[in-house]
Each structure stands twice: as structure tokens, then as C-alpha cells.
């Protein structure tokens, strides 16, 4: 172990929230207090605790972040997706740049280092400033969506699929007494690793996901195959961020002028209602995605690199992420990191595997 003067820690969420952010923060203070001696602060909202005076933070210990923390869902330290600091809207409806304010807060307050618990929006946005305020940083991925590059896992996804599985259990019953088809909407904006994974694991007839095309044709064609098959109804899980057949996205524009993805399972509802000539109904699972108990694979994930996270802040290893590779954790250089969507693949084994089990993903030739 490195011995090191006494260090303050900063940890922050930033980005969406998910299950098991908690847990990270738990962690991050077990290994760096109980580890190594330091003071931990958990900054609050993201980057706008850093914004505001007297700056909204508070200080952690292994009482605040216990166990019970490993059980909760969301993240007690809040967050935002929202207000980018390099362009921060104003009430007066102008944007303007408060990255020095937040640079200033992590001088004045001591701070040696920062944690960031994001995904890969925010994730990029807390490198340029650390960049641009030479603030020792070390990141960990999270996000339901699963598309941080250079790791097989981020936190929150397991326990979002699961949530999504859990759907389609309860979805195939009723799908079957009614002889309908049945349309489950799950997140994913650029990625379609959540609708693959519960596709797969819930016994879904078609997996529609944003990275391969489709036709309603291709759709139809199976969804008939199951009827000749002799079974009465079918099970259709798409990502929100899928297009329509034409390449349109489905948007829904929200009071606070943002336009978000969701109305896709609408869509396909309405079409095949028509082509298949079945009775079809959609689900729109959206947030609840999101939040709930944390899976066993989360508490795992998020313990391994909270302590993990902590350890490259003792050894000085900045600029890196900590990261899921093979059998357990490891670490990545943030710069590989930033900007770059992990996508799933058309060779994803994943692919091969729905494919192999006869699902519809779209127009794939594995
Ligand atoms: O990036 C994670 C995610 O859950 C997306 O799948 C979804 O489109 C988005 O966040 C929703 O964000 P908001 O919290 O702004 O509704």
C-alpha cells in the first residue's frame, strides 16, 4: 500500500441515475477511509454542488455509507443530466461558461482528487474540466445503457435487464390468454444491449434493437411462423432509440423543450396490428429501468470499482476509468474512453445466440 499524506476525496454521480450508484459510493469509502486514512466528501447533484456557494457537499463516513447502502437504489448524493458547465443555460435564456466556477470550488476546498461515477456523456464533459483545471481524476461507468467503451459491464444495466425481464414474465401470461402480441419498449438511445440481453433471456420472438435494420416484412414473416407453429401469441422487445422502417426517429418532445426517444412500440403496435392481423399491445417501461434494488451483478460490479477506483487515486494513476474486462475489474484510459458508443456489434455472440434460437433481430446474417 502507497503511504500518502492524508488525501480528501471527492465523489460525485453525474448523468442518469441507476441502481447500484450507492454502492459505489459505499465503497469509495470503505477503501479510502477504512484503507487508507483520507477524508471523503460526496459532492452534491453532479458537477452543480461544485457551482454553487457555499458549494453543496457532505462528508461520508463508513456510518452514512453502510450496508444498507448496497440495497438502495438511485443515488443519495442526487445528480443531473442536465447543464453542461461549458454551456450553461441562464435563466435569461443565454448559455454561458462556469467551468472556472467549479475548477475554483475544487481548489478552495482541498480537494487532491476526484472520483466520477457517469456515463459516457458526462463522463466526457468531467475530463475536459478536470483537463482544463488539472484536477486529478478517475472515473467509473455507469449507465443502464451499457455503451461505455472499453468495458463489458457499467453499473446499472444488469439490474435495468432484469427489471426488463421481469416484465416479460409477467407479459408472456396475459399475452397468452388473450392470443395477442405483445410489444415491450425498453431504454436504450444509441444502444440495444438492455432489448438484447431481456430479449434473450425473457423468450422474446423478435429483438429490435438500434444498431441492425429491420424490415416489417422480416417482422411479420416470423411473428407468422410462430402462429403456424401452433403457438397463439408472441413476445417483441425494441429499444427506444429503434427507428421506423423508413429510418425516422420516435420522439416525444418534453415540457422543458427536450426531445427524448419513446413512442417506437407505438409505432410497431399500430403496423403490425394491420400486417399480422393479431391483436397487439405495447408496454413503455422507461424509468422504472432505472431505479429499484440493485442486482447481486450490480453490488458486485459497483464494490469492485468503488475499491478499485480508490486504489488508482493512491497509486496516482489519474485519467483512467475503472473498467469490467474478462473475469473482474481493471482500468482503461479515459481518453480512449470519451466519445466513443459501445455499440453491440453485428458479431456480438449475443447476435449469434438469438439468431441461433431462431429471433428475429432484424435483417442479420450471422
Ligand atoms: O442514458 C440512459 C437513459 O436511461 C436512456 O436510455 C434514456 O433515453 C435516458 O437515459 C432518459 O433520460 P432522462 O432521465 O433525461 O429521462
Not at 454553487?52 to 445528480?79: I, S
Not at 447543464?83 to 435564456?93: E, H, Q, R, S, V
Not at 474512453?337 to 438469438?354: H, I, K, M, N, W
Request: charged share 20%; hydrophobic share 40%; glycine share 12%.
Amino acid at each position: 500500500m502507497p503511504k500518502s499524506r492524508r488525501k480528501t476525496l471527492a465523489v460525485l454521480t453525474s448523468g442518469g441515475d441507476c441502481a447500484g450508484l450507492n454502492a459505489v459510493i459505499r465503497a469509495v469509502v470503505a477503501r479510502a477511509i477504512e484503507g487508507y486514512g483520507w477524508r471523503v466528501i460526496g459532492i452534491k447533484d453532479g458537477t452543480q454542488g461544485l457551482m454553487l456557494r457555499p458549494v453543496d457537499y457532505v462528508e461520508l463516513n463508513v456510518n452514512v455509507c453502510g450496508g444498507d447502502m448496497l440495497r438502495q437504489g438511485g443515488t443519495f448524493l442526487g445528480t443531473t443530466n442536465k447543464g453542461d458547465p461549458f454551456a450553461y443555460p441562464m435563466p435569461d435564456g443565454t448559455k454561458k461558461d462556469r467551468s472556472g466556477e467549479i475548477i475554483d470550488a475544487v481548489r478552495e476546498m482541498g480537494i487532491d482528487a476526484v472520483i466520477a461515477i457517469g456515463g459516457d456523456g458526462s463522463l466526457r464533459i468531467i475530463r475536459k474540466l478536470a483537463q482544463q483545471g488539472n484536477i486529478p481524476l478517475v472515473a467509473v461507468p455507469k449507465t443502464i445503457d451499457n455503451d461505455v467503451h472499453l468495458t463489458q459491464y457499467a453499473v446499472g444495466f444488469n439490474t435495468a435487464v432484469d427489471v426488463c425481464v421481469d416484465a416479460l414474465d409477467r407479459l408472456q401470461p396475459t399475452a397468452a390468454s388473450h392470443h395477442r402480441i405483445m410489444i415491450l419498449e425498453v431504454m436504450g438511445r444509441d444502444a440495444g444491449h438492455i432489448a438484447l440481453h431481456a430479449g434473450v433471456a425473457g423468450g422474446a420472438d423478435v429483438i429490435l434493437i438500434p444498431e441492425i435494420p429491420y424490415t416489417l416484412e422480416g417482422v411479420k414473416a416470423k411473428l407468422d411462423n410462430v402462429k403456424v407453429s401452433g403457438r397463439n401469441h408472441g413476445l417483441m422487445v425494441v429499444a427506444e432509440g429503434v427507428k421506423t422502417e423508413t429510418g425516422g426517429p420516435v420522439t416525444v418532445a418534453h415540457s422543458d423543450q427536450q426531445v427524448r426517444y419513446g413512442g417506437i412500440g407505438h409505432y410497431l403496435s399500430d403496423r403490425l396490428a394491420k400486417l399480422v392481423g393479431a391483436e397487439t399491445r405495447y408496454t413503455v417501461l422507461g424509468h422504472v429501468q432505472r431505479g429499484g434494488i440493485p442486482s447481486m451483478r450490480d453490488r458486485v460490479l459497483a464494490s469492485a470499482f468503488g475499491v478499485h477506483a480508490v486504489d488508482l487515486v493512491a497509486f496516482e494513476r489519474y485519467d483512467r476509468m475503472v473498467a469490467w474486462q474478462g473475469r473482474g475489474v481493471t482500468d482503461v484510459p479515459l481518453a480512449e474512453v470519451a466519445g466513443v458508443t459501445r455499440s453491440v456489434s453485428l458479431d456480438d455472440p449475443l447476435v449469434r445466440t438469438a439468431h441461433g434460437l431462431g429471433i428475429y433481430v432484424g435483417e442479420v446474417r450471422t
